[in-house]
């Protein structure tokens, strides 16, 4: 595009930078509306709201009948806590179940990204649930909006140097690059600041123009939301290669000497415009581990200064990556930390631990890793999962750690409780791993309806039904003990990690009940990525009912059975056969 005198013409900035401009740090716009009495924040103050760790959202179940009453929707927020590799004490899982119970809808959510969720805040009540949380030393700044997100790290406790190493860097990095305005203090907390993570340290390098409240992030902070993660090469368990920044372990002698660095992952998409896609991160280079503060901040200085502020859809750092080439950003990155980078090392990613069952700590404890469906904990019918927990934490007031899978690990166990415990999941109905098939075990689905404000259909309400007919199918071709990720999004922005799945199933279309409510439609089916999350998937079909997914793979569980290589996994075999196969394996087995 051109201006009228033949030269450029600078792409118009997006509503959101300026109302990030005109927020003054995060607080202008939204403090303003903070204490008035109305049910919502308005459109401007929630945009504003996210880097405080929270969404506006409504019940889209009531959505219909609440119109056809000429009421307003069923407001709520959903306040997102930050909790950097998943930790927390057993004091803070007491408070968080609380105020679930208090003041949201009774149930506790955890995500993908290590963290808890509460749905079903009413806006008054969120002052308090922040203060209650930051008095606890937890905190919602910068879980949500166009920041660094919820840091990631192994939550395998083990006791040894490697992990007490990669949960300090993740700690540091996340402290590094948080933002450092006072206007969450301000708003929430009168003033006071909490150090709920480690105070932020100056930056690395001072360059001419650096905003002096937001010296990396800038007045006007990132283009769009920044999601790191750290991981060890054999336990991917982290989803490394998702993430836009990803710090993987070089281990010698028994100690994290450095790190290889991949960026440019991310793997939300819309798909209605070709220039969105999924994508896996790229490697950059290798460093010392004295050196991930300095080259982290130099990703995030490239992003902040040429990603995409006019077009959301295409404002992360995967973008500029696909748009300059890898050669391009890796000088750029060089050029802002002032060195070349050194080559990576051969270390490929070799496996996935998912942490769950008893293991042994390394120290004389143990610790549990719990199955929870969805990372939902609440109480339904025999499963007591909210009750029980609450019950364990007070009772044994150990900590506990949350997974990457949306799982649950006990910690500093002594083995002389093993028994009561074992006793205590059975009392509440909390399933052991033992008892959870593989398929489900491996299983993930985001909120989606009826909280979720982009979601077209159901996930985490539609994803059990699913995995019943997948158990059946896989246990008719003797698959049962088949290692496979299944993930479903109620929508393409990936938020359950689909894409690189061994099948991911994204949300298409709703299927409308008679009372105006939305329940499961229809989905993509996407197959051949794989658990070592080092592969993307590729699309299988299209608008496939949620009732005939397990029916259309099975007849490639057969095939797979039949003629699968040794070691090859489900993925690797859809990988190796292709889509266009597939689709002949199906409808040859329909014509029979």
Wanted: charged letters at 25%; aromatic letters at 8%.
């Amino acid at each position: 595009m051109t201006e009228a005198n033949g030269g450029p013409q600078t792409p118009k900035l997006s509503k959101n930078e300026g109302l990030k401009a005109a927020s003054g740090y995060l607080k202008q716009i939204l403090a303003e509306e903070v204490h008035n009495d109305l049910p919502a924040f308005s459109e401007d103050a929630s945009q504003i709201l996210k880097f405080h760790g929270s969404y506006m959202q409504d019940d889209r179940d009531l959505r219909t009948r609440l119109k056809k009453e000429k009421k307003d929707k069923a407001h709520s927020v959903m306040v997102r806590v930050r909790m950097v590799g998943g930790r927390m004490t057993a004091e803070q899982y007491l408070v968080c179940d609380e105020l679930a119970r208090v003041v949201g809808n009774g149930t506790l959510r955890i995500t993908t990204r290590q963290e808890f969720q509460f749905h079903g805040i009413l806006k008054q009540d969120i002052a308090v649930v922040i203060r209650h949380l930051n008095e606890n030393l937890l905190c919602t700044l910068a879980a949500c909006g166009d920041v660094e997100r919820n840091v990631l790290a192994c939550p395998a406790p083990i006791r040894d140097a490697l992990h007490d190493q990669i949960n300090h860097d993740a700690q540091l990095w996340a402290s590094h690059v948080a933002p450092r305005s006072s206007s969450y203090w301000d708003i929430w907390l009168d003033g006071e600041k909490i150090e709920s993570l480690p105070p932020a340290g100056a930056p690395l390098v001072k360059q001419p123009g650096d905003d002096p409240v937001e010296p990396i992030l800038g007045k006007t902070y990132l283009p769009r939301k920044f999601k790191t993660a750290f991981a060890f090469p054999d336990d991917n368990c982290t989803d490394v290669l998702a993430n836009d920044l990803g710090y993987i372990a070089v281990v010698e002698g028994g100690s994290i000497v450095g790190y290889n660095v991949v960026v440019g992952g991310g793997l939300g998409t819309t798909p209605s415009a070709d220039k969105t896609f999924p994508a896996l991160a790229y490697p950059l280079g290798y460093v010392g581990r004295d050196e991930i503060l300095a080259v982290g901040e130099a990703v995030v200085r490239v992003f902040r200064d040429f990603g995409n502020r006019s077009d959301r859809k295409r404002a992360r750092l995967k973008y500029v990556i696909y748009d300059w080439g890898m050669p391009a950003f890796r000088a750029k990155v060089e050029e802002y930390l002032g060195r070349r980078l050194a080559d990576q090392k051969d270390l490929p990613i070799t496996d996935v631990d998912d942490h769950m069952g008893w293991n042994d700590q390394g120290d004389g404890k143990l610790f549990l890793g719990i199955p929870v469906q969805n990372g939902r904990i609440k109480d339904e019918g025999s499963l007591r999962l909210a009750s029980g927990l609450r019950a364990f934490f007070e009772k044994y007031k150990t900590p506990g750690r949350l997974t990457c899978q949306q799982k649950l690990l006990l910690t500093d166990l002594d083995p002389a409780w093993k028994g009561e415990i074992n006793a205590w999941l059975a009392e509440y109905g909390i399933a052991s791993v033992e008892e959870v098939s593989t398929v489900r075990r491996w299983s993930m689905a985001c909120p989606a309806l009826p909280t979720c404000g982009l979601a077209v259909t159901d996930a985490e309400r539609a994803l059990p039904s699913v995995i019943d007919m997948l158990e059946a199918e896989l246990a008719r071709h003797g698959l049962e003990e088949e290692r496979l990720t299944v993930r479903m999004t109620g929508c393409p922005n990936g938020c359950a990690r689909p894409y690189n799945a061994d099948v991911g199933l994204v949300g298409r279309s709703a299927k409308m009940g008679p009372d105006g409510i939305p329940g499961p439609g229809t989905y993509t089916v996407f197959l051949g990525g794989r658990t070592l999350g080092d592969r993307l998937n590729v699309e299988f079909k299209d608008y496939v009912p949620h009732d005939r997914i397990a029916a259309e793979l099975s007849p490639i569980f057969a095939r797979f059975k039949a003629e699968r290589r040794r070691g090859e996994t489900f993925g690797d075999y859809c990988h190796r056969v292709g889509v266009e196969e597939l689709a002949q394996i199906v409808e040859t087995a329909a014509a029979d």
